[in-house]
Each structure stands twice: as structure tokens, then as C-alpha cells.
């Protein structure tokens, strides 16, 4: 919605969104339990795989083709572009929750909680207008490890891995093209929010790591 109608649109469409999502009942079932059950179970089947006895590699079986195609390195599993995706986004998207959900949403002041009305996608053009270079490589390394995992997670759930070579980079640069136009058109509008809502937004941000110095 960003590449198109920029901030205003996004807002809209946003502030509509949270009726389903962000409720007390609803968030917790499709937000965190998602991605707690995703990411435990990553994290479980990595170290199965660490932890398992390397699997034999005779060349003069029939199954050598088949234990190499799963991503074998000398008995020991390779980690695969979805893997190595997943080691940033375990920094990144915790990081970018906390400032973009939990910071804005406490209590205590100078924070105060910002209401959702006034926690829309302005505060993201106030933390491009005020960090430039930190909201660029935090949203953008998101963006592009967010994009790359997600196109090569849908590969192997449609069981085309190996036909899908130049097609997965071609979605994966569809994907970030969109998605980089509409925070590029996000990060470069006007901050337009009164001086009062500045200072929350202020202290919002930099009770994160990122803009605490």
C-alpha cells in the first residue's frame, strides 16, 4: 500500500488491520504463537541435525545423490539460503517489534502510550527523518532477510526446490522492489505530527538500543 498511496493509504489500511490482529484475544493467537511455534521448531530440527551422527557417505551407493541433495557438507548438514536468512531475522525482528509495538504502547512517561490512532506509519517517517542511516539498515536488512527467507520458505513448502532456481530470485526481487518503494516513499515524506506527539515519539525510539546513543 506504501508504493502506492504512500504513509496515508498504509495508515488507513493499517488502523483497519488491527481490528483483526491487534486485539487482546486475537494477537496473541496470530502474531506470537506463530512465530514462537515457527522459530522453536527451527530451532529444534537445527540442532537435531548438529547434534545427530553425520550420516554415511558412500560413493558407491544409491543413496549418495539423495544424501548431498538435502545439503550435506562433509557429513554435516550445510546451512541453506533459508538458514542463513533466519540467523539475522532472529536479531532484526525482535528488535523492530520492540520499537515499533512495544516501546510506543508503554505506560510510563515521557512515553505515556501512544494511542493507535496516533501510532500510525508517521512514526516510522519520524525515525527516518531523525536516525536516517539506523532506520535504513534496520528496516532494510529486515526487509531484505525477511524477503529472501519468506520466497525460499515457499519453495520447499510447493516441493519445487529444484526447478525453481531463477523463478525464487525473480519473486524475491518482485517482493523487495515493493516492498523497498513503499519504505522509500515512507522515509522520505514530511514528518507532519504536532511537537507534543514529536517528544513521545522521541522517547519511544530511543528507549531501543538502536537510538539510545
Not at 21 to 34: D, F, K, M, S
Not at 126 to 131: E, I, K, Q, S, V
Not at 145 to 172: D, E, F, N, P, Y
Amino acid at each position: 500500500m506504501a508504493s502506492v498511496g504512500g504513509s496515508d493509504l498504509s495508515s488507513s489500511v493499517m488502523l483497519l488491520g488491527r481490528e483483526c490482529y491487534q486485539g487482546q484475544r486475537t494477537e496473541p493467537l496470530l502474531v506470537y504463537a506463530p512465530l514462537c511455534v515457527h522459530v522453536g521448531a527451527s530451532l529444534i530440527k537445527r540442532a537435531l541435525l548438529i547434534t545427530a551422527p553425520p550420516p554415511k557417505n558412500n560413493d558407491n551407493s544409491d543413496d549418495s545423490e539423495e544424501v548431498n541433495s538435502v545439503g550435506y557438507s562433509n557429513g554435516w548438514p550445510r546451512p541453506s539460503l533459508l538458514t542463513l536468512t533466519a540467523y539475522p531475522l532472529l536479531v532484526l525482528l525482535p528488535t523492530h517489534f520492540s520499537i515499533y509495538r512495544l516501546n510506543p504502547s508503554s505506560p510510563h512517561p515521557p512515553v505515556s502510550s501512544l494511542s493507535p490512532s496516533q501510532l500510525d506509519y508517521s512514526y516510522v517517517t519520524f525515525g527516518f527523518a531523525n536516525w536516517p542511516w539506523r532506520t535504513t539498515l534496520a528496516i532494510g536488512g529486515l526487509v531484505l532477510a525477511g524477503t529472501i527467507h519468506a520466497t525460499s520458505g515457499w519453495v520447499i513448502l510447493l516441493r519445487k526446490k529444484r526447478k525453481w532456481g531463477w523463478k525464487r530470485w525473480c519473486g524475491a526481487m518482485l517482493a523487495l522492489g515493493i516492498v523497498g518503494t513503499g519504505t522509500l516513499m515512507i522515509g522520505t515524506e514530511s514528518v507532519m505530527v504536532p511537537k507534543s506527539l514529536q517528544r513521545q515519539m522521541m522517547e519511544a525510539y530511543k528507549v531501543s538500543w538502536i537510538y539510545r546513543y
